[in-house]
């Protein structure tokens, strides 16, 4: 399992053939592309799925003016936030209508709401060993054809990142007590009686 950024990012230019680097801050071509890229990755991997190690909750106090329309409160956003995964309000049932626009929840639900969310995770150590595996390979991905000009590379790279995330994805999402499903509709319907 990868403890630090600097070993996600040798992974992935080992995995192009590449020398490690010692430093984000390295003189050197690979060095500045990874210094450069590793936030976007990082983030893009994590706002990808409800990673277990990104996981955090949050309760949110309404703006003190109302939208302009449509909604009837606004909510800020937590700083290191990425993607919502469920909005609950005080009554413990989930807010259903929402929308967010830049960085504000815009909802009819009363103050103040709970939100589940994925959260910014700029601590490697706190990564999975498969989840820094993805990592790598969406950097590798990323870097493959500004460090070597080769398309077929930076396509084979991109195949082998979408394979570790499906993977890391999968056991992510085991390690937790999913959500109860209600059924819906006829299709859900019990038959018989």
Known sequence: MATSVIEICNNALLDLGEDAIMSLTD??????????RWPAVRDAVLRAHPWNCAMAQAELAAGTTAPLWKWAYKFVLPTDFLRIIAITGVDGEDVEDWEIQSGIILCDEEAPIFIAYVRRETDPKK????????????????LAYPLSGSTALAQSCWKTYQEKLAEARGVDAREGVPESVTPAGWLGAKLGG
């Open 27 to 36: 003189d050197s071509k690979a060095a500045g592309l990874c210094n450069h």
């Open 127 to 142: 990564y999975d060993a498969l989840l820094s595996e993805a990592l790598s390979a969406r950097l590798a991905a990323t």
